[in-house]
């Protein structure tokens, strides 16, 4: 029996209102293990809600911008894209610049660490032991990221409630805890630690607990319930429940193929943030953005991060044939030109991974909705400093992409050194979380940022 696009298909005596969704795989004759695979099938009732559905994810690359290479001259329509920003030209028309946004957190710390540690908290850091720079010492932020307060929104609501709530991915984040290296917290004092080992990710994702050495497919277990499922749900969710085991399949094989390849290097205690050999950071990230899409498409979470190494990160990207560390570079006077160039193509590598994000979400066409999952989320790439060599705070990077502001896109803002705060509660209101303040409430007198 086949069931059409309109229709919702319900067992025998099966509860629109689960209390489980153990209970359903028990009604459905089904291990847990399957679970990741069939929870968010519209034809079981688990994935309806009656707004439409949206994402956030928030994107950081450290050390600041070359600025001439990076923001627009003019306010208005976006007109050709400086360098840097180059990759994003196909997605001209659902991207917005966000010139004049400052961080004006002060307190304990130097600016990398109040740069990535008030990033995302608008709030000061904690008085700590952590020296930096020629600045006063410094502990953890104080304050919960705006991330994980939207995050706490969704799942305090039926209907927006998912998995995991927020998954957040790193990729060549130091082991070691720091202000430096963490940007995301859960409460004051909490900061969480990026996922950044994609089979760790996967691992997460789909539960198959296994050393690296001895990987196998999670996919074996319960490919029999697989089949039992696929034959009690419309044609689109077979088509979903495919997509995803033709996925998992595929990131398998990647993983398995670098089971060899080291991905996780420790961290020089001389240099803090350098990972010793991190050739390997252009797959890391590809794999971490596809787990991504893919976790969005299976609604595993609606928020999620991706920070691409940290403050003061080091990468040395060999790959566009720059020997030089990137921080080492970021301080760099202006006059020095083979080290602007250096950081122009550095920070065009990082545009571009926004870029491969922005490319498979609009390849993908939102399950159970319309358009594609690009037009329901919100990237927004950003950084702890405005420029490295300064070590400025003004005019951080932002730049939003997709269609989750339902905002008018393709343009070029400015504003007259506005708090980044505003800007968090704007985040916090286009997602449906319709706070008053966030951060410190000083730099929220104004309310959220308008970029209408």
């Known amino acids: 029996m086949e069931y059409g696009a309109a229709?919702?298909?319900?067992?025998?005596?099966?509860?629109?209102?689960?209390?489980?969704?153990?209970?359903?795989?028990?009604?459905?004759?089904?291990?847990?293990?399957?679970?990741?695979?069939?929870?968010?099938?519209?034809?079981f009732g688990f994935a309806a809600e009656a707004t439409r559905k949206k994402r956030l994810v928030v994107l950081f690359s450290p050390n600041g911008?070359?600025?001439?290479?990076?923001?627009?001259?003019?306010?208005?329509?976006?007109?050709?894209?400086?360098?840097?920003?180059?990759?994003?030209?196909?997605?001209?028309?659902?991207?917005?610049?966000?010139?004049?946004?400052?961080?004006?957190?002060?307190?304990?710390?130097?600016?990398?660490?109040?740069?990535?540690?008030?990033?995302?908290?608008?709030?000061e850091l904690f008085p700590g032991n952590i020296q930096g720079g020629s600045h006063t010492p410094a502990g953890w932020a104080s304050g919960i990221s705006i991330d994980q307060e939207i995050k706490n929104h969704l799942q305090s609501n039926p209907e927006t409630k998912t998995r995991f709530g927020s998954l957040e991915f790193g990729v060549v984040v130091p082991d070691r805890a720091d202000t430096w290296t963490r940007m995301c917290y859960s409460a004051a004092n909490k900061p969480i630690t990026p996922v950044d080992d994609p089979y760790q990710m996967f691992t997460k994702l789909y539960g198959q607990v296994q050393d690296r050495e001895l990987l196998g497919s999670v996919l074996d277990d319960v490919q029999e319930d697989?089949?039992?499922?696929?034959?009690?749900?419309?044609?689109?969710?077979?088509?979903?429940?495919?997509?995803?085991?033709?996925?998992?399949?595929?990131?398998?094989?990647?993983?398995?193929?670098?089971?060899?390849?080291?991905?996780?290097?420790?961290?020089?205690?001389?240099?803090?943030?350098?990972?010793?050999?991190?050739?390997?950071?252009?797959?890391?990230?590809?794999?971490?953005?596809?787990?991504?899409?893919?976790?969005?498409?299976?609604?595993?979470?609606r928020v999620a991060s991706l920070q691409i190494t940290n403050s003061v990160g080091q990468a040395r990207m060999?790959?566009?044939?720059?020997?030089?560390?990137?921080?080492?570079?970021?301080?760099?006077?202006?006059?020095?030109?083979?080290?602007?160039?250096?950081?122009?193509?550095?920070?065009?590598?990082?545009?571009?991974?926004?870029?491969?994000?922005?490319?498979r979400l609009a390849a993908t066409p939102e399950p159970g909705g319309e358009g594609s999952m690009l037009d329901?989320?919100?990237?927004?790439?950003?950084?702890?400093?405005?420029?490295?060599?300064?070590?400025?705070?003004?005019?951080?990077?932002?730049?939003?992409?997709?269609?989750?502001?339902?905002?008018?896109?393709?343009?070029?803002?400015?504003?007259?050194?506005?708090?980044h705060n505003r800007l968090l509660l704007t985040l916090a209101h286009s997602m449906g979380h319709h706070l008053d303040t966030f951060g410190n409430p000083d730099f929220c007198t104004d309310g959220p940022l308008v970029l209408s």
């Not at 229709?7 to 153990?22: A, D, K, Q, V, Y």
Request: aromatic share 6%; with cysteine; hydrophobic share 35%.
């Open 7 to 43: 229709t919702e298909f319900r067992l025998p005596g099966f509860e629109s209102n689960m209390t489980t969704r153990r209970r359903f795989l028990k009604q459905v004759g089904v291990s847990l293990a399957a679970l990741p695979f069939v929870s968010h099938l519209q034809s």
């Open 65 to 123: 911008v070359v600025p001439d290479a990076f923001w627009p001259e003019e306010a208005g329509t976006l007109g050709e894209l400086k360098p840097i920003l180059s990759p994003l030209a196909p997605f001209k028309d659902k991207l917005l610049t966000l010139h004049g946004v400052c961080d004006k957190i002060r307190g304990d710390g130097d600016n990398h660490m109040r740069g990535i540690g008030c990033l995302l908290t608008g709030t």
């Open 226 to 301: 697989l089949n039992r499922v696929r034959n009690l749900v419309s044609k689109e969710d077979r088509q979903l429940l495919d997509e995803q085991t033709t996925f998992v399949r595929e990131m398998e094989k990647q993983l398995s193929e670098s089971k060899g390849t080291t991905l996780d290097h420790p961290v020089p205690v001389l240099e803090p943030g350098l990972r010793e050999n991190n050739d390997n950071l252009p797959q890391l990230c590809k794999m971490q953005i596809d787990l991504m899409v893919n976790s969005f498409q299976a609604d595993f979470a």
């Open 318 to 359: 060999k790959w566009l044939e720059i020997d030089e560390t990137h921080h080492t570079l970021s301080h760099e006077p202006d006059s020095n030109e083979d080290a602007q160039a250096k950081l122009v193509k550095i920070n065009t590598w990082y545009c571009s991974q926004m870029a491969y994000l922005a490319e």
């Open 376 to 419: 329901n989320t919100l990237i927004v790439w950003t950084n702890e400093l405005g420029k490295g060599n300064s070590h400025t705070l003004d005019n951080i990077p932002f730049v939003l992409l997709g269609g989750g502001l339902d905002v008018q896109m393709g343009r070029s803002l400015k504003f007259d050194k506005v708090p």
